[in-house]
């Protein structure tokens, strides 16, 4: 997989995803939605767009989509609402930008962004981030946008297990059309995230999450904190990973597979096998990652049983893929 002048690799999240628990109709239609998303941003790297714009653009859809944990179709936390996190790195600039448990931002991922092209800082959290992203101009949407059945049952079942209370529903909770009863359960968490190669030889990654269900006291995971969930640097490449965000944050997963890239010198796949397979493994997290290389190398690794993926390069035909026994 090396070689190419644009590259992009995508992931919808990672976890419990086998062949026997997926209904054929729930499989094609995360099979179809990876593409889409590639498809997508391969279109904006194509026309000579940024390896930024082009992860931006393609979390877009993602978090729009209810089949993943992030933007419309987050999990709950234990209050009965979504706290949205997400970051986005450019690997040109080391620029770098984070938000963290977002309630009314529809798309989490450009009020990362904004962070880094409309203020001083990295990371912002909270009713704070809200509030910058709505004086940027981003969308806001009301808590029953992010509402779906499918991830509602999910908290049920996970608050009922902690002998936890029941909290109403979110005001606005919709019907579920059609698409939304192929939300398929990958395990209490998920999350979405895009890597990409520019025309100019630039990377970036990007990442956005509902984190896990049922959170509770503010829990923020590994997505929106740089290095752990995010990170891209054109020395070595660009990093999106998703799984359980307190393993990923003390392995400091995403800066790690970029520091034996460029440090010791291995192979963009030899990284992310070492840091998932060997460190991820050995301290019993559980998870993803995706990359991509300024030489094109395009890489994924996870160890749970599937991870929704897919990539697609100048000159390569796409590849999407939901288990772990595909290519
Ligand atoms: N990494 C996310 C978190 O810990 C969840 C996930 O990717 O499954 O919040």
């Known amino acids: 997989m090396s070689g190419s002048r644009w590259a992009l690799v995508a992931h919808g999240g990672a976890g419990v995803i086998e062949r026997e628990r997926l209904k054929p109709e729930q499989e094609a239609a995360y099979r179809a939605a990876m593409a889409t998303v590639a498809e997508a941003g391969a279109a904006v790297l194509r026309a000579g767009g940024s390896a930024m714009d082009a992860a931006e653009a393609a979390i877009h859809l993602l978090e729009d989509d209810p089949l993943f944990n ?19 790195m450019d690997g040109r600039t080391l620029a770098a930008g984070a938000v963290a448990g977002l309630t009314a931002t529809r ?8 962070v880094i092209e409309g203020s001083d800082h990295v990371m912002l959290m909270g009713e704070g981030a809200d509030a910058f992203a709505r004086r940027q101009g981003l969308e ?99 990093v999106s990973c998703t799984g359980a965000g307190e ?14 890239v460029e440090h010791a010198g ?32 395009m890489a994924w690794s996870f160890n749970t049983a599937g991870m929704y993926r897919a990539r697609i390069a100048e000159g390569e035909p796409l590849v999407v893929g939901v288990f772990g026994d595909e290519a």
């Open 70 to 88: 992030a933007g419309r179709g987050a999990t709950f936390t234990a209050e009965g609402r979504v706290e949205l996190d997400a970051s986005i």
């Open 107 to 114: 798309h989490p991922i450009s009020a990362a962004r904004a």
């Open 140 to 238: 806001q949407v009301e808590p029953g946008w992010f509402f779906t059945e499918r991830r509602w049952r999910g908290l049920e079942k996970a608050l009922t297990g902690a002998g936890l209370p029941i909290p109403p529903r979110p005001a606005g909770a919709g019907v579920d059309d059609d698409r939304l009863s192929l939300v398929h359960d990958e395990g209490k968490h998920g999350t979405v995230g895009v890597v990409a190669l520019d025309a100019n030889g630039d990377v970036a990654a990007g990442t956005s999450t509902g984190g896990t269900t049922a959170k509770r006291w503010g829990r923020v995971g590994d997505s929106p904190i740089i290095g752990a969930g995010t990170y891209a640097t054109n020395r070595a490449g660009a």
């Open 247 to 260: 393993y990923f944050i003390r392995l400091w997963v995403a800066r790690e597979i970029c520091a034996l």
């Open 266 to 297: 291995l192979s963009l796949q030899a990284a992310a096998d070492k840091v998932v397979q060997g460190q991820l493994t050995a301290l019993g997290g559980d998870g993803g990652v995706i990359a991509v290389a300024p030489d094109g190398q």
